[in-house]
């Protein structure tokens, strides 16, 4: 019986590049993150906004992605079919075709040298001049092998054919647009460039030929939008690293005339000619400047014409522009009707803080809604008050949005209490805790609702002291102790609905900080005490110079939902409370004592001196003993969940194991058995190990592609002659499970299968695929595979950790697996027990 599974919670950033994002008039928002197309639900009628969908095919990093808009069937009120194109650093560019959130790969476009940096993909009048299901599609595709090739396809059920490859010599073309000429069955290509010029082509006879060139910009073109307006006139608009937006407008022409009339006092700039042919017809076309936009303080980087609507069964198009900068900013631009001046409407973003800008921005279908993207693969949903009549004052608000690492996910915890959040590290060198948002009448999503560290070093790896304390590693020498502030577990227990008045009122009989905040060229979260937040108000004179450049202070609220990436980067850090010195390297894997009263770590090393792991109390943070064992980095540190014992694998492709002793003087734990190299089954670098929820087994992996169960031997078991070895009363349970590629990862469920009462194992490999398995004890040599994730829930790149939400009473049916990924994404996977 296959298992029933879901993935319940996808938290992923978008690519830090241009062109990354778009959002399709079906409502869904697609953009790039990591190897993936990510597919975006922003909001339904029950639910807040969700990735429901990840699209892997593409074999390097994705750079940009965009809808093929089926306008005929938008008027009609129905989109039937979806396609979606995107482009990697490969080189490849993939079609996709399906409906909602179920796509499927239909065609991939091979023929760049260099990485696709911008595409664009229309669909073609047929020969009737009319668009249908068996119209031509034609799509472009810019890269950094300084090419734009184009691909045609004759209709939708045919392939995908390169039409022609245009070279720009040693330069690039930075954007792409496409659009119909009015009227016409003729494709116009618009090229921005590093040339400072905006290239036109149009095509005669299955070619482009350039018909056209605009100057005006002083530095590279970096975005490209057209569209039409309600005349007939098409708008172009172009953004550029001169921090000005242009646009031109593109108008049919009676005649060949070149005479420029005016009359008596009105000056008329002389446009710019180009001629369009086609079979049936011509018309002739002139390109003058409409405008030149001033309004952001640094590059410009993207933007969006608000989508047209259809009344009537005609077109409409609104006169408004967005556009997004590296100043962090959009701004809707809006052409004044009675002055005929575009004005800016409405700005939004960031006010200060230590984060860069904006690489690309959005229109919602109904340009009720715009979304941006950073350079830190955050994105920024703003949303228009509909509910108010008044339209001639907008008001807009911030609105949760999905976010995720930029980087590779190291390791995840879940809350010790129940696994009521789930808390990441990650080599974009932030803590990220993730918690669902509960509200009645809408359906259960989680969400990042803390970044607990910003940290100047890549994160390696965490764990949990108590549900409000946390010990975290870097690449560094020092570990690092958090402790939940008031704010935080007020907001924790509004946003997820959970009875936290019995922490806060613990906390208020020790004085704890209401939240913290960073200072200036500073690592350490400093805690901010109730009455201390917010900006200084002395006027006393600067003491300092340093004085004069502001900190991120700490501004404490009350919160009904997911905070905002603003909120998250400035208001949600947990207060530093003590640093820990004593590794010689990075530190490399850190545990935890069930009951929070040990932790355990260990660093990177290449001698056994410095594989050494360190044990700490956790009431004084004073080291209690140093464990010796291995000669190479141990890899990762596992505490049996009774507490009495700690198990260590390592690099050098040993374990070892130590037992808890009840002396109240010298070392807590001894060494109680260890594998060398005659006993070590394994050949490889041991990444994973794991107890079973009773204790009386733990499983090793292996980059030697096997997964091994271990266990103490019963006095039936191998006689009492057995010479003794190094192993002591333990031995190897199992054969070894070949998995066929190197296992990373490996976690125990919290309860045996519920039919033949087996140990249920999760296991991830290097190449970012996951299985679960079952291990009978009576059974040692008959494992069994109780399924593999299929390829679309899977990882693409190698799985770090899994971690099975700890059991909760009542609910033992349901299970739930969170993984992470070099990927840079973190996964929750609802599985019903009994179908394993």
Not at 576 to 597: C, D, M, R, V, W
Not at 748 to 765: K, R
Not at 774 to 798: G, I, L, V
Request: aromatic share 10%; proline share 4%.
């Amino acid at each position: 019986m296959a298992a029933s599974m879901d993935t319940c919670y996808i938290s992923c950033s978008c690519n830090r590049v241009p062109h990354c994002v778009h959002w399709g008039a079906n409502g869904l928002v697609a953009f790039g993150t990591f190897n993936y197309v990510a597919l975006y639900e922003t909001e339904s009628s029950d639910s807040a906004g969700k990735i429901c969908g990840l699209l892997s095919s593409h074999k390097g990093k994705v750079n940009c992605v965009k809808w093929i808009e089926c306008p005929f069937l938008e008027q009609r009120g129905q989109l039937a079919l979806t396609e979606l194109v995107s482009g990697s650093q490969d080189g490849a560019l993939i079609v996709w075709r399906g409906t909602d959130s179920q796509h499927q790969q239909h065609a991939k476009l091979t023929g760049h040298t260099g990485a696709v940096t911008a595409l664009e993909a229309v669909y073609l009048p047929d020969q009737s001049g009319q668009l249908s299901l068996d119209s031509p599609t034609l799509v472009a595709s810019a890269s950094g092998d300084s090419t734009v090739k184009l691909w045609r396809r004759a209709e939708i059920s045919g392939d995908f054919a390169c039409q022609q490859s245009i070279t720009f010599g040693s330069g690039f073309a930075l954007d792409i647009a496409l659009y119909i000429l009015p009227g016409t069955r003729v494709p116009l290509l618009v090229l921005g460039g590093d040339d400072t010029k905006l290239h036109f082509y149009q095509e005669a006879d299955g070619q482009f030929t350039r018909c056209l060139s605009l100057t005006g910009h002083e530095d590279w073109i970096r975005g490209v939008e057209v569209t039409a307006d309600d005349t007939g006139d098409l708008l172009v608009a172009s953004c550029s690293q001169d921090c000005f937006i242009r646009l031109w407008r593109v108008q049919a022409e009676p005649g060949k005339d070149d005479v420029v009339e005016a009359s008596e006092g009105e000056l008329r700039l002389k446009g710019n000619k180009f001629h369009a042919a086609w079979e049936g017809g011509e018309a002739h076309y002139s390109v003058v400047l409409e405008s030149v936009l001033a309004g952001h303080e640094q590059w410009v980087y993207g933007l969006h014409w608000q989508p047209s609507t259809y009344r009537d069964g005609r077109r409409h198009q609104e006169p408004r522009l967005l556009s997004a900068s590296m100043d962090k900013t959009m701004i809707i631009w809006k052409l004044d009707s009675e002055s005929g001046v575009w004005l800016d409407h409405v700005r939004v973003g960031e006010v200060g803080g230590n984060t860069l800008g904006l690489y690309g921005c959005q229109f919602s279908p109904d340009g009720n809604a715009i979304l941006a993207h950073g350079y830190q693969g955050a994105f920024h949903l703003w949303a228009r008050d509909t509910s108010n009549p008044d339209r001639t004052s907008d008001q807009w608000s911030p609105m949760p949005v999905v976010s995720g690492h930029y980087a590779g996910v190291q390791d995840i915890v879940w809350d010790p209490q129940g696994g009521e959040f789930l808390m990441s590290v990650g080599s974009d060198q932030t803590t990220r805790l993730h918690a669902p948002w509960r509200r009645p009448g809408y359906k259960t999503t989680w969400h990042e609702i803390a970044r607990p560290q910003v940290h100047g070093y890549d994160m390696q790896c965490l764990a949990m002291v108590d549900r409000f304390r946390l010990a975290s590693g870097a690449d560094e020498k020092v570990l690092r102790v958090f402790e939940a502030p008031r704010n935080f577990i007020a907001n924790f227990g509004r946003i997820s609905s959970i009875d936290v008045r019995q922490d806060l009122e613990d906390r208020k009989k020790s004085d704890i900080p209401e939240g913290a905040s960073v200072p200036a060229l500073g690592l350490s979260n400093k805690a901010v005490f109730q009455g201390g937040a917010g900006m200084p108000t002395s006027d006393r004179e600067i003491s300092h110079p340093s004085e004069m450049y502001p900190e991120i202070y700490f501004n404490p609220l009350e919160l009904a939902g997911p905070p905002t990436e603003e909120h998250l980067l400035q208001n949600t850090l947990w207060p530093e409370t003590q640093k820990l010195y004593g590794h010689s390297y990075e530190i490399f894997s850190i545990a935890s004592h069930p009951n929070g009263s040990v932790l355990a770590s260990a660093c990177k090393a290449s001698k056994p001196e410095y594989a050494t792991i360190i044990l700490w109390d956790t009431a004084s943070w004073r080291q209690l003993s140093q464990l010796s064992a291995h000669s190479l980095t141990v890899t990762l540190l596992a505490f049996s969940h009774d507490g009495q014992r700690l198990l260590a694998v390592s690099r050098d492709r040993t374990w070892s194991l130590f037992q808890e002793t009840k002396s109240k003087s010298g070392c807590p734990y001894t060494l109680e058995a260890c594998t060398d190299k005659k006993t070590s089954v394994h050949t490889r670098i041991i990444w994973s190990c794991a107890w079973s929820h009773d204790d009386q087994y733990f499983a090793t992996a292996s980059r030697d592609k096997k997964v091994i169960f271990w266990g103490q031997r019963s006095t039936s078991q191998d006689g009492d002659t057995a010479s003794p070895t190094c192993l002591g009363n333990y031995r190897a349970c199992s054969v070894p499970f070949d998995l066929k590629d190197a296992v990373t990862a490996v976690d125990f469920a919290p309860v045996l299968n519920s039919v033949d009462s087996s140990y249920i194992l999760a296991v991830g490999l290097e190449a970012g695929t996951m299985a679960v398995l079952k291990w009978d004890s009576e059974k040692p040599n008959d494992w069994q595979t109780c399924f593999r994730f299929p390829t679309q829930q899977c990882h693409t790149m190698t799985v770090k950790r899994l971690r099975w939400r700890p059991e909760v009473k009542g609910h033992t049916s349901h299970l739930q697996l969170a993984s992470c990924s070099s990927d840079g994404s973190v996964r929750i996977h609802s599985i019903e027990g009994n179908s394993l």
